[in-house]
């Protein structure tokens, strides 16, 4: 079975611009979760969406960040226009069921770079 | 300060050696317990979930405390392939929205 895919594995962009990260949940998991560290601090919770519904947005940084998951299979993250301090890595995870007793499993992040 | 506080690392420790992580959670509110084990520049992956009465697999043993709102991890006869940095991990039944500590870095040294 395939796991969580994400692309790009690495991104750098200059301050202002625009950039588009892209999640491929496993087959079959409703729950899709976005997680980001940035340099030096723990991995923070972004935004959990159930199917295309989002559940949870609380974690989202600002309005410059826009998640979407059309059709409730895979989810882009948005971030436009890119800051310094955007820059870390982005975790995408998915579970099969809600809740934190069903394991989330993690994709192999993003690496995004805003020079 | 921080919802899930970790021991500060880097811990290095000789092949063979017992290694102990110790975390602390802030919101009562916290329902679900893991460590997660993340390797360098990798996703974190699930060691184990942490439950009331204590749990093992194998190696590793794991003990939450709710009235201290303690979480620890035991690790006997470390192993070269154990060094990774250790995340201790809280969740919220309701959505499953997970808080990670800053992690401890183990470092197994022949």
């Known amino acids: 079975e395939a796991g969580v895919t994400q692309f790009p594995s690495h991104s750098v962009i200059e301050k202002g611009q625009t950039v588009t990260l892209r999640c491929d949940p496993i087959?079959?998991?409703?729950?899709l979760y976005w997680y980001r560290r940035v340099m030096g601090k723990e991995i923070k919770f972004l935004l959990h969406?159930?199917?295309?519904?989002?559940?949870?947005e609380s974690g989202m940084p600002n309005n410059r960040f826009l998640a979407e998951r059309t059709g409730g299979t895979y989810s882009t993250l948005k971030v436009q226009p890119a800051e310094l301090e955007d820059s870390g890595v982005y975790f995408c995870?998915?579970?099969?069921?809600?809740?934190?007793?069903?394991?989330?499993?993690f994709g192999p992040g993003t690496r995004l770079t805003v020079l | 300060r921080k919802e899930v506080e970790q021991d500060p690392g880097p811990f290095n420790v000789p092949e063979g050696a017992t290694v102990a992580f110790n975390c602390t959670y802030s919101?009562?509110?916290?329902?679900?317990f893991f460590w997660y084990r993340q390797d360098c520049r990798k996703e974190p992956k699930l060691l184990m979930s942490?439950?009331?009465s204590g749990n093992e697999d194998g190696r590793f043993t794991a003990q939450l405390n709710r009235a201290s709102q303690y979480i620890s991890l035991l690790i006997r006869d470390s192993k070269l392939s154990d060094s990774a940095t250790y995340l201790c991990?809280?969740?919220?039944?309701?959505?499953?929205?997970?808080?990670f500590g800053q992690g401890t870095e183990l470092s197994v040294k022949p």
């Open positions: 942490v439950y009331s």
């Open positions: 087959s079959g998991h409703d729950n």
């Open positions: 995870a998915s579970s099969q069921s809600p809740g934190a007793t069903d394991t989330q499993y």
């Open positions: 969406f159930v199917k295309e519904s989002k559940q949870d």
């Open positions: 919101n009562s509110a916290s329902q679900s």
């Open positions: 991990v809280v969740g919220y039944n309701q959505g499953g929205k997970l808080i």
